[in-house]
């Protein structure tokens, strides 16, 4: 196992880490005592296990360390970090006044990945090539979406979380039409060459 393939299983170790730091903490503020230990722990496990996944990939591609299990795990670690953070931020209290992601945005952020896992496994099984490769849209819609889970955590403005999950939706539904029309055209130059 090379040692970017270790830093990424460290990322998805983080994972459940994150998730009890930032339940407690939820526990905490719901109790009228919130320990700030906790939320910046959480913050510190989530930021870590984010920042990993530019290093895994750096190290991989600097030492030639690409191999077929760092290309499985990276994207599993990924996405197991951002949904948890999502689901953990909408099933508890960081604060008062509902300072959490509201449940519509929880919803379309699942919705819009088992589309996606849906059309991958619909172009797989029609014996299509798929070549798993991120849209620009679909980082920009990461970059929204871990926006909206920073408004949260650090609770720095005190605006509500609405409006940074508003933009992040607009981009998850936009990244969502993006990689349809993709997996359409495959389908489709797929179609007319059998011709």
């Not at 296990?49 to 895994?56: T, V």
């Not at 991989?60 to 499985?72: P, T, V």
């Not at 197991?80 to 008062?96: E, N």
């Not at 949260?152 to 029309?181: E, G, N």
Request: hydrophobic share 55%; aromatic share 12%; net charge positive.
């Amino acid at each position: 196992m090379t040692f970017a393939s270790k830093i990424t299983l460290s990322r998805l170790l983080l994972v459940p880490v994150f998730a009890v730091l930032a339940i407690y903490y939820g526990h905490s503020v719901n109790e009228k005592a919130p320990l700030e230990w906790l939320r910046w722990s959480a913050l510190a496990v989530f930021v870590t296990a984010a920042a990993s996944d530019g290093l895994d990939g750096w190290i991989a591609r600097r030492f030639n360390q690409r191999s077929q299990f760092g290309a499985i795990i990276d994207p599993i670690a990924d996405k197991s970090l951002l949904l948890t953070a999502i689901i953990t931020l909408t099933a508890v209290d960081w604060g008062p006044d509902n300072w959490h992601l509201p449940l519509w945005f929880t919803a379309l952020v699942i919705v819009r990945d088992c589309i996606i896992l849906g059309g991958i496994n619909v172009l797989h099984f029609t014996g299509h090539k798929v070549r798993i490769a991120p849209q620009w849209s679909g980082k920009v819609c990461t970059v929204a979406q871990m926006v909206a889970i920073g408004w949260i955590m650090l609770k720095v403005v005190p605006f509500s979380p609405i409006y940074p999950c508003i933009i992040a939706a607009v981009f998850t539904v936009w990244s969502a039409v993006d990689y349809v029309r993709e997996g359409l055209r495959i389908l489709h130059e797929s179609g007319q060459s059998d011709v």
